[in-house]
């Protein structure tokens, strides 16, 4: 028997099965693919709105102090939460377009290349735990290790406190938004605050369950019904379509690098946006992961038309920031009909 899944409540046992089963949860580590059961024709019937999908729309952006979300914006933004002043939040996790970046890999002050592919900021406030290793519970703390981790900013609270106390408009800004001086928890806050923020609602595919029928076409609806008789909605289900358990990867194949084995299996919203793909950056476009996960998660070829299928369905999920649908970044290799 083998530790091959584990589920977001804290208080459940990790799953125990037999290393070749073909559950879902464990199949799909990455992009999105795994699955019981080969065929679309399983697939219950989809109707719009209706109360049995796995799948929810993305709510309204949560209610937040507008003063202290413009206070995080303008610290994302802000190159001195690096140690030399030369990068900040936003040099990785451009909102711009995709809330990441067009790179295999970011690289590290030093210009090496980091351990993994960085993931996208948007709706990262709900997911159950942050980044690719899942090590993080809340936005504050992760953006407390952004900022001492030598390989990111390289830098600290503290360091960055003296300079933002230095700067008589910040201290204003503050003190607007919490009512004193910068200091360790405002800082945090204003940060993770923001971040809250970054929710991408208005996807084809959210509208489409909200009861619209025309807001997705036939063939997208069979590639959701092929995402759903595979078992890919039995991990990437809920609100992100994932972002809520770990899983391992290449449990037939490897895929990308073996490390680290186990991670969270991350949300598919705007994926059409977010190549390259897994934790390695490994796979170029989307078609290319949707075939590489087959392989990896399956032990099976999935046949082109079912790749340009599920291709066709993960474009509905790209939702809207402040009015503009999620956009590809510049040189950003874009979803064809083959890898």
């Known amino acids: 028997m083998s530790w091959l899944c584990r589920p977001a409540a804290a208080s459940m046992p990790p799953a125990r099965i037999a290393p070749g089963s073909r559950i879902a949860c464990l199949l799909l580590a990455l992009v999105g693919l795994g699955g019981a059961s080969p065929t679309a024709a399983q697939s219950p019937t989809l109707v719009p709105g209706g109360a049995s999908e796995q799948i929810t729309p993305i709510p309204a952006m949560p209610a937040q102090d507008p003063r202290r979300a413009a206070l995080g914006e303008r610290l994302f933004q802000d190159r ?14 451009d909102t711009r377009t995709n809330g990441a970046s067009a790179n295999v890999r970011d690289s590290t002050p030093q210009g090496e290349p980091l351990a993994l592919n960085t993931p996208t900021i948007f709706n990262a406030g709900l997911n159950f735990r942050l980044n690719w290793e899942g090590n993080f519970r809340s936005l504050a703390r992760q953006a407390e290790h952004v900022l001492r981790n030598p390989a990111i900013m390289a830098s600290s609270v503290e360091e960055v406190l003296v300079k933002l106390r230095a700067d008589p408009n910040m201290v204003r800004q503050f003190r607007d938004a919490y009512g004193r001086e910068p200091d360790r928890s405002a800082l945090l806050d204003a940060i993770a605050t923001y971040e809250r923020s970054l929710v991408t609602p208005g996807s084809r595919f959210d509208r489409f369950l909200a009861g619209d029928p025309g807001a997705i076409t036939p063939h997208e609806l069979s590639g959701y019904r092929l ?31 073996a490390e680290p084995e186990v991670l969270r299996v991350p949300g598919l919203r705007n994926v059409a946006t977010t190549p390259p793909y ?6 170029p476009t989307l078609p290319a992961a949707v075939r590489s996960m087959g392989i990896a998660q399956l032990d099976r070829v999935l046949a082109e038309q079912q790749i340009v299928a599920i291709v066709a369905f993960l474009n509905t999920l790209t939702g809207t920031y402040r009015g503009q649908p999620v956009a590809l970044p510049a040189g950003a290799a874009r979803a064809t009909a083959s890898p």
Not at 228 to 233: P, W
Request: aromatic share 8%; glycine share 14%; proline share 2%.
């Open 278 to 283: 897994f934790h390695d950056g490994s796979a």
């Open 80 to 93: 001195r939460l690096s140690h030399d002043n030369m990068r900040s939040c936003s040099s990785c996790h």
């Open 227 to 257: 995402f759903e008789s595979l078992g890919c909605v039995t991990c990437h289900q809920g609100v992100n379509l994932g972002g809520n358990l770990f899983a391992r990867h290449g449990i037939f194949h490897p895929i990308g690098s």
